[in-house]
DNA sequence: CGGAGGATTGATGCTGTTCAAGCGTAGTGG
DNA sequence: CCACTACGCTTGAACAGCATCAATCCTCCG
């Protein structure tokens, strides 16, 4: 595919190991390939497909936690808005990854798709009984969450402590780093989120995040492609989200 | 205690629910009131006592985590910094708050002693183990974490959109539910951090924290004293903390 | 062709930073 | 008991980075 032909709501593709398990029989598409496959075949059967087009909403902030999602395919934006309307994404999910697995009475924040989106839902009662007779899946599962707390704690940083120029270049190495992960390019990179997503995400403006992206494509670090990013000047850009 | 004779390093006391269980026997000081009874009574026998002095750590950033801690008495700082300084303070912790419950292999920041404090040290990968035997006290635990992440996205918020008078007063506000949680006095709150620690939690300036205080207090919705505040005009504050 | 929505770019202004000086209190030693 | 220092906090003045306001462009689509 061309980077010319990049649709404006990028498609998330399915990584082909999400549709066949080891022997080459296709299975449903499901869960994350972050988790074993024994883990799989354990929460398999309790999940349901869920599907979104654009802009659909998964489930809204404070609403009453009944489920559990894996991501499959598709990208999300996952948020909190103040009374007055200002917003701040906390994340985005991607294929494998999972959303609500605190599993707390009521969602922390809303989610709702950036472009065609597919999940497995699992009912949270059932998912979490499933847990307390896997200690070893649910230590996992606590360790994934973990992981998840100690990226907060780098958004943390990033959001009170870095510049503009800082943060999205950050921005665009975490992304890569996840798209690697995943299997999609991280070379190119997809940016299936608005440029007010990452603003919002990342503590800017709109506007900020428009100059600082043409800045740094005019400076040879990125090329701005359509519905993404080319990344140019890897050395430059580690540099500037200076660990 | 007067508010006139707050020590400068104020010394989080001991809520009585910890040292007597419910029969009125002294125990060891130890875990937190947070945990029912039952699991209390579960971790104990893991646990052994670390005291820390003012400005002593108890551990670094990214080293190995070979225990997890529940803080008994005093306050803690918990922080990230960047190779040329700039500090993130992700947090501070009050006794029965753990440090280290996401159980990875390396510490996600450091932590180090705001005043005298005490604490309950469990070797990590016994505590593990305990916890696969126990399903129904890892799911607690979970929980937990569960609700940590939860307050981490209200942070990214404070961070990413949030005005200085606001970070200010959410800032207070958020102490004073935490300080009833604990049994101190939610109106005149002690401050064990400084201003700077302050400032590098709220994503400010050490100056910019003063004159927000200072005007806090010229307006009237707080007196400042000696190592603390006094709130004084709750509704203005939890008006401008605007959740 | 025309409209809508997102992205870009420019001009101006404000919030919070930076730099700098001074204050207050605790601790120390003469 | 009082200087003297150290350290944290406060306050002021000037500055800068990012926000705001506003206009224009681009691309997709009907």
Sequence with gaps: MSIHSLPVGPRIPI????????????????LSAALPLAERDTLEP??????????????????????????????????RILPDGRRQVTGFAFPGDFIGLSLLDRFAVSADALGPVTACRFE???????????????????????????????????????????????????????YVRIGL?????????????????????????????????????ILIVPGGVRLVDHNRLDRMSAH
Tied chains: 1, 2.
């Excluded at 990584?15 to 499901?30: A, M, Y």
């Excluded at 100690?150 to 190495?173: C, H, I, P, Q, Y």
Aim: net charge positive; charged share 25%.
């Design 15 to 30: 990584p082909p190991s999400f549709l066949f398990d080891g022997i080459g029989k296709p299975r449903l598409v499901s």
């Design 46 to 79: 309790l999940s349901r497909r869920v599907s979104l087009d654009q802009k659909e909403t998964l489930f809204g902030q404070d609403e009453p936690a009944c489920s559990v999602f894996n991501v499959t395919s598709g990208a999300l934006r996952l948020y």
């Design 124 to 178: 949270r009662l059932a998912f979490r009984r499933l847990l307390c007779e896997n200690p070893g899946l649910m230590m996992h599962l606590h360790e994934i969450t973990g992981q998840e707390l100690s990226r907060a704690k780098d958004m943390m940083m990033l959001l009170g402590r870095r510049t503009a120029d800082e943060k999205v270049a950050t921005f665009l190495m975490g992304l890569r780093d996840r």
């Design 185 to 221: 390019s991280p070379i190119t990179l997809e940016l299936p989120m608005g440029r007010l997503d990452i603003a919002d995400h990342l503590g800017l403006t709109i506007e900020t995040v428009s100059r600082t992206l043409s800045r740094l494509d005019k400076d040879g670090c």
